[in-house]
């Protein structure tokens, strides 16, 4: 598939470790609410017809890159389309966020999911937005495909929604755990084959969420998570080499993941993505020097001033150093962010030289 050429490659030579003519930047959920385009468009558009239209997705995706001198553009999707694959009804409901209203309750529930998913049929509009949006950014910047990780994506199928405690999903790895591991294996192959897809379509560096890391213990997430995620990368990297397609850098990130850091360095991702509450120099000890940082400014920073943003910002990469580093949030920004705020964090990462 031919694609203009890339005019603008630092993030994917800093997921690399090579040298960047500037620290890459870009924003976990910069395409979305905080910005009034993107509000205007959802009051005419539901939230999954946006996901599911691809010139919809495409526009939404490219918001953001209009606006701001960012050095990647993230696919507009969900990481719930994944269980809306398999047969889950999701529903995004205005100030309440994601509900699933038929959650799984026991393990005899996972007879209900259509398994297996052909990825193609079931999320092509995914993969159409991504080629449609890699020939609109005409080679501006490197395009980012991604996915939510196994576990989180079990807690919102058992949950039903977000929780403050993911109990219900974290009784089943204690009561079934026979079946928690069935339905992440089930939600780790489809997961692979949606990422290669990704990548096939035009996807220029993959990232996995594990958004719901903090909610396990060690042990418990070092047993249910990290497997799955290690399987991802392997296969995913392996399936796309064997397709020729080589080059597509993977990032986790697994908010509150501090007590597996050194695990998810260790597993194949050329990038750790790192949240607001980790130590940039504890997770470079732990992760080792060959692998990428990502991060982790507060989202709620952005709620400062013009100078405590430049502040904070400017100490934030004194922290991490320019070298295997990506500048990013800790988690993705806020929706009553005012957008003029996110644009003093992004010129004040390029202004460091």
């Known amino acids: 598939m031919d694609f203009p050429p890339l005019l603008n490659d630092n993030l994917l030579r800093a997921a690399r470790g090579e040298d960047v003519e500037r620290i890459p930047v870009w924003v976990m959920r910069q395409a979305g609410r905080y910005l009034p385009e993107f509000r205007a468009l959802r009051a005419e558009n539901n939230f999954f017809k946006v996901c599911q239209t691809p010139e919809l997705a495409c526009e939404v995706t490219l918001q953001p890159i209009k606006r701001y001198d960012l050095d990647a553009a993230i696919i507009f999707s969900d990481i719930l389309v994944v269980p809306q694959a398999l047969g889950i009804v999701v529903e995004m409901k205005p100030g309440v966020g994601p509900v699933l209203p038929e959650p799984l309750l026991s393990p005899s529930d996972l007879e209900r999911l259509k398994f297996p998913v052909d990825v193609k049929e079931k999320l092509g509009y995914v993969f159409e937005a991504i080629t449609l949006t890699r020939h609109k950014l005409e080679g501006k910047v490197p395009l980012i495909g991604f996915s939510g990780a196994p576990w989180t994506l079990m807690c919102y199928m058992i949950e039903g929604g977000g929780s403050k405690t993911m109990s219900k999903a974290k009784s089943w790895i204690y009561q079934h755990p026979e079946s928690s591991h069935e339905l992440l294996k089930i939600l780790t192959d489809v997961t692979v084959d949606y990422l290669v897809e990704q990548a096939v379509a035009g996807a220029q560096l993959l990232q996995v969420f594990e958004s719901n890391a903090e909610y396990l213990g060690r042990e418990q997430f070092e047993e249910f998570a990290i497997p799955c995620l290690k399987r991802i990368c392997e296969e995913v990297k392996g399936r796309l080499e064997k397709r020729g397609i080589k080059s597509v850098p ?65 100490k934030m990469i004194s922290t991490f150093g320019k070298s295997r580093y990506i500048a990013n949030l800790g988690h993705g920004i806020y929706p009553d962010i005012d957008p003029e705020r996110l644009k003093v964090f992004i010129d004040t990462v390029h202004e460091i030289h």
């Not at 692998?291 to 904070?312: R, S």
């Open 250 to 314: 993977m990032t986790i990130f697994a908010k509150g993941g501090h007590h597996s850091l050194k695990q998810l360095g260790s597993i194949g991702y050329d990038i750790v993505g790192l949240d607001w509450t980790m130590i940039p120099g504890e997770a470079r000890s732990l992760v080792g020097p060959n692998v990428t940082l990502q991060g982790n400014l507060d989202p709620c920073a952005l709620y400062g001033t013009k100078e405590h943003i430049q502040k904070l910002t400017r």
